[in-house]
């Protein structure tokens, strides 16, 4: 990607009318960040630890965790170097990067929202052919193939956002480089890149949306058929935390790429729940409504608390 803009830096204001609440916004994210590292790690051990959880769901539910720490780490970093008083300037590069990562691993936990949805239908509506149909390698190709469309993703909207020339201003109203934003400030007319990148980020996750929920929509359909009360209990025990973990993810895209009107003091708050609560959240969605999961964080904690006495 060439750089022909005349700017070399950014300077990230951070959220919109938070002024002199710095030091409360310091310790709230900062707590935040680390409670979305620790229970995600916490996950990432209870499932690698454990022989009973090596099957499909919880290996794309590792492949999400890992998104879930790399995720909030694109923009909270700098975030929090700013909001302990540090600088707030950011290169041209580092905004690239930003704004590449931050795409890169929305989209990919997009598609693997729309994987893990298949992984349940398959489990549900065809549960003798489970094996065959989710085979290690099938698993492999499914977990791959959800980084690659979203780097493909990610490399379009970087493309389109940075082939821009950013001549004058350099004051990012926001506390990351993202599209929105970063258009409002180039030296050119960004109507019809607004457009393109308006349908592009909007219409991915809408079509992950729907074919997630006719994914569900076939599984309700199969539970309803099952006899057993118990049988029944158990899938939608497990669908529930999937579906509560998938409105997490898609509202917030919703709400800031697809309004006609931006608001700016919205969009950030919103975008904060995103990148920090949601990815803090998941851990809990999926631990609390799952006993293999909660046994195996037990024997982590109960592990780590004796190797500690040591």
């Known amino acids: 990607m060439r750089n022909a803009s005349l700017v070399t830096e950014f300077i990230?204001?951070?959220?919109?009318?938070?002024e002199d609440l710095e030091t409360m916004l310091f310790v709230l994210f900062l707590s935040f960040y680390?409670?979305?590292l620790m229970g995600n790690l916490l996950i990432l051990l209870a499932i690698v630890s454990s022989t009973r959880l090596h099957t499909p769901m919880y290996f794309f539910l590792c492949k999400l965790s890992v998104c879930d720490i790399f995720f909030p780490s694109v923009s909270s970093p700098k975030m929090l170097f700013y909001l302990s008083g540090n600088?707030?300037?950011i290169s041209y590069a580092g905004c690239v990067s930003q704004l590449f990562f931050y795409h890169f691993l929305?989209?990919?936990e997009c598609f693997l929202y729309m994987v893990m949805a298949y992984d349940r239908f398959v489990a549900i509506c065809y549960p003798l052919r489970y094996t065959i149909i989710m085979s290690h390698r099938a698993c492999a190709i499914l977990a791959m193939g959800t980084s690659f469309?979203?780097?493909i993703q990610a490399i379009f909207l970087t493309t389109l956002t940075f082939q821009l020339p950013y001549c004058g201003p350099n004051e990012v109203d926001y506390y990351f480089c993202d599209i929105p934003v970063m258009l409002k400030l180039a030296c050119a007319d960004t109507s019809a890149l607004e457009m393109v990148g308006f349908?592009?980020?909007g219409l991915m996750p809408l079509s992950c949306f729907l074919l997630i929920l006719t994914s569900y929509s076939c599984i309700v359909y199969s539970i309803l058929q099952i006899r057993s009360t118990e049988g029944q209990r158990r899938a939608f025990s497990t669908c529930s935390a999937h579906l509560?973990?998938?409105?997490?993810?898609?509202m917030p895209v919703v709400l800031i790429y697809l309004q006609p009107t931006p608001n700016p003091w919205l969009n950030a708050t919103v975008q904060v729940l995103n990148n920090l609560v949601t990815p803090m959240l998941n851990p809990l969605i999926y631990s609390l409504r799952n006993k293999e999961v909660k046994y195996s964080l037990r024997k982590v904690v109960e592990e780590m608390?004796?190797?500690?006495?040591?």
């Not at 509560?244 to 898609?250: D, G, N, R, W």
């Not at 608390?305 to 040591?310: N, Q, V």
């Open 12 to 18: 990230l204001l951070g959220i919109p009318h938070t």
């Open 149 to 151: 469309f979203g780097c």
């Open 34 to 36: 680390i409670f979305t």
């Open 106 to 108: 929305g989209c990919t």
């Open 87 to 89: 600088s707030q300037a």
């Open 244 to 250: 509560t973990a998938i409105l997490l993810s898609f």
């Open 305 to 310: 608390a004796l190797i500690h006495e040591k």
């Open 199 to 201: 349908i592009s980020v």
